[in-house]
């Protein structure tokens, strides 16, 4: 009896260990492949605050979000 319960508790965690990291890997990939933000994005939002940026300026930007993903 507690041998059963024991093994269901063991599988859970093991499947929700297992399932962090594969959620996790996916995520990151998913990101990668389509960043949430673009060099235009940056662009238009520079704009918008009412300064016409630099391409090194949006470069800056995209390396500084790269660097925290």
Known sequence: MWHDILLVVIGL???LVIGFFVSRYVMK?????????NE???E???SSM????S???VRQVMNQ???YM
Request: proline share 11%; aromatic share 4%.
């Open 13 to 15: 965690i093991i499947g």
């Open 29 to 37: 990939r998913y990101m990668k492949k389509n960043p949430p933000i």
């Open 40 to 42: 235009k994005m940056i």
């Open 44 to 46: 238009a939002m520079m």
């Open 50 to 53: 009412g300064r016409k940026p």
């Open 55 to 57: 391409q090194k300026q």
């Open 65 to 67: 979000m790269n660097r």
